[in-house]
Antibody
Framework: EVQLVESGGGLVQPGGSLRLSCAASGFTVSSNYMSWVRQAPGKGLEWVSV???????YYADSVKGRFTISRHNSKNTLYLQMNSLRAEDTAVYYCARVLRVGAIDYWGQGTLVTVSS | EIVLTQSPGTLSLSPGERATLSCRASQSVSSSYLAWYQQKPGQAPRLLIY???SRATGIPDRFSGSGSGTDFTLTISRLEPEDFAVYYC??????????FGPGTKVDIK
């Protein structure tokens, strides 16, 4: 059974850093496209970043230069390093597996990141 | 950057009625890369349709997707009580990443 379990969310001050983790089971992270998607409170879905099976990474303009997506193959875990956090980064962050056609077939339960002083 | 617009913003219907949700792209999107999701409060989204018209695993056949180019539609043939939720369309652009529409809320009339 495919499962994605995020951790690492919490309260952080503006300008601070946080690292999110997503432990995967039931499939191999490194063989799949993996993504982070976020949702601000009461708002819609916003794509954040993707890492392809070949290792290429891409980011939304809103986080480029501040966030870094990576994976640890032996731990079968996806990460999102978030630096220089802003109030507008406050959201539930979902880890997701992406099909080759770009649709997201599995989502984690989400982890809440709150950026506030 | 491709922008997705969904209409209507809110659709008020009764159980048993047909729901037609629209997703319009600012430029042509490959049908292969258009998906629809359902999200209920406090839950992660769920994939309904990928490739514009293919149902995901376990999705009832009352959900169907259609369209091409810049205009796509999600149809729910007969609304069940569990179908009242927010629906998002999404397109995929490889190195350009992913774009979600703003969502259509289907609520009970």
């Amino acid at each position: 059974e495919v499962q994605l379990v995020e951790s690492g969310g919490g309260l952080v001050q503006p300008g601070g850093s946080l690292r999110l983790s997503c432990a995967a089971s039931g499939f191999t992270v490194s063989s799949n496209y993996m993504s982070w998607v976020r949702q601000a409170p009461g708002k819609g879905l916003e794509w954040v970043s993707v890492i392809y099976s070949g290792g290429s990474t891409y980011y939304a303009d809103s986080v480029k230069g501040r966030f870094t997506i990576s994976r640890h193959n032996s731990k079968n875990t996806l990460y999102l390093q978030m630096n220089s956090l802003r109030a507008e980064d406050t959201a539930v962050y979902y880890c997701a597996r992406v099909l080759r056609v770009g649709a997201i077939d599995y989502w984690g339960q989400g982890t809440l990141v709150t950026v506030s002083s | 950057e491709i922008v997705l617009t969904q209409s209507p913003g809110t659709l008020s219907l009764s159980p048993g009625e047909r729901a037609t949700l629209s997703c319009r792209a600012s430029q042509s999107v490959s049908s292969s890369y258009l998906a629809w999701y359902q999200q209920k409060p406090g839950q992660a989204p769920r994939l309904l349709i990928y490739g514009a018209s293919s149902r995901a695993t376990g999705i009832p056949d009352r959900f169907s997707g259609s369209g091409s180019g810049t205009d796509f539609t999600l149809t729910i043939s007969r609304l069940e009580p569990e179908d009242f939720a927010v629906y998002y369309c999404q397109q995929y652009g490889s190195s350009r990443g992913f774009t979600f529409g703003p969502g259509t809320k289907v609520d009970i009339k």
